[in-house]
Structure formats: C-alpha cells, structure tokens
C-alpha cells in the first residue's frame, strides 16, 4: 500500500510569515494525526482527526495554529505567524480506526523559522 | 516529570552485539505500549506493540513491559549496522488516542 504522502519536504521561512503542510493518508484510514517533533524530543500530538472531526486538539497553540481535513481525507496544517520556536519537523500520521496497533507515519516536513 | 523518558544515547555496540533499550513511565493507566524505529530525516517506523505485560518477540527484536515497575525494555539481537537509528518508545491509554513519545534513544551499530 502507498504510504503517508507529505509536502513539502523542507521550508524555510522568516518569523512572522505563514506557511502550510500538506499531508495524504493511507487509504482507508479514518484517523488522521498531526505531531510536532523538535530537535532531540519525542513527537508531540497537535491535533487529531476521525475522519472529518475533531477528537484532540487540546496542544494545538490555536493562536497561530490551525488544521482542516476536508471529505475526511486530505489534511493542512498552517501556522500564522510562525515563530522561530516553530522550528521542527512536522510529522502527519494516519491509522484504521483508533490505533490500537499503532500508526504509520510520512517522512515529514522540516520547518526552519529564520 | 515527563509520561515517558528515554535515556537519549548514544549507544554505540559493535556489529553482532545484544542491544537493550529501556523506558520508563509514570501514568498506570498506559495500557499499550509500542516502539519505534527513527531514520534520519524519516519519520518513524512502527517495529512492536504490546498491550499490558508481556513479552512479545518478532525475528531479532523481543518487547517486554513490566507494569509492576512501569518499566518497557526492546531488546535487538544479532544487531547490525542497518540497525543503527534513533529508538522511541510510546505510551497511550485504553481510553486515548493519544500516544506519548519519548525523547528517543540512539543506537550505532559499529562494523
């Protein structure tokens, strides 16, 4: 089966501007996931999707943060403006129903926030 | 404290070596646990997952959780260089989506 597709695969970007990732789950795949990896750390969830809604956005900074997925497929994640803490790699992930045996991961999108 | 927590490495073994790779975590209500393989500049693989205590073995690698010390152990035998990547382990719970990462471990695996 095709994998998590991602783009773009780097961006740089100057603090305050706006910018937008991509992310295409595996087919089928109801649950769709947004995780933030900074340098060193672990992923951290910013905001999952059951297919068109909503289940946890509870660490999305939804000041500057936003994310759709629209007919419960496709996703975007934006951040407006960014901040040079915003640098990180920028991980979509996708599952058949809750996870349960765990998630597939794209290769992501490296952000640099100069 | 952080939920999940991984000595960060590295761990550099020669070709051939037993690896042992541990976490630990705080919340008793993880009930699933899972580790992932981390290239650079990929994102992570899936490689095991129990639920509760156990063992559970696939070729090379062998997961074990022990929930009395919330303790998670991946052992990696016969390691070879293709090895040699960053390690995360992952916690979630029986009502949660969510699953919490640690902060990795690095594994080299000398020729």
């Known amino acids: 089966e095709a994998g998590v597709a991602q783009s773009p695969r780097y961006k740089i970007i100057e603090k305050r501007q706006s910018v937008a990732f991509w992310c295409n789950p595996i087919s089928g795949h109801a649950t769709l996931y947004w995780y933030q990896q900074i340098l060193g750390q672990g992923p951290k969830l910013l905001i999952q999707?059951?297919?068109?809604?909503?289940?946890?956005d509870s660490q999305l900074p939804k000041d500057r943060f936003s994310a759709e997925r629209l007919k419960g497929v496709d996703s975007t994640l934006k951040i407006q403006p960014a901040k040079l803490e915003d640098s990180a790699v920028y991980l979509c992930a996708s599952s058949l129903d809750d996870g349960v045996y765990g998630y597939t991961f794209g290769s992501g999108t490296r952000l640099t926030v100069v | 404290q952080k939920e999940v927590e991984q000595d960060p490495g590295p761990l550099s073994v020669p070709e051939g070596a037993i690896v042992s790779l541990n976490c630990t975590y705080s919340n008793s209500a993880f009930q699933y646990f899972m580790w992932y393989r981390q290239y650079s500049r990929k994102g992570p693989e899936l490689l095991m997952y129990t639920y509760s205590s156990g063992n559970k073995e696939d070729g090379r690698f062998t997961a074990q959780v022990d929930k009395s010390s919330k303790y998670i152990s991946l052992f990696i035998r016969d390691s070879q260089p293709s090895d040699s990547a960053t390690y995360l382990c992952?916690?979630?719970?029986?009502?949660?989506?969510?699953?919490?990462f640690g902060s990795g471990t690095r594994l080299l695996v000398r020729p």
């Open positions: 999707f059951q297919n068109n809604g909503v289940v946890d």
């Open positions: 992952a916690s979630r719970m029986d009502s949660s989506y969510k699953l919490i």
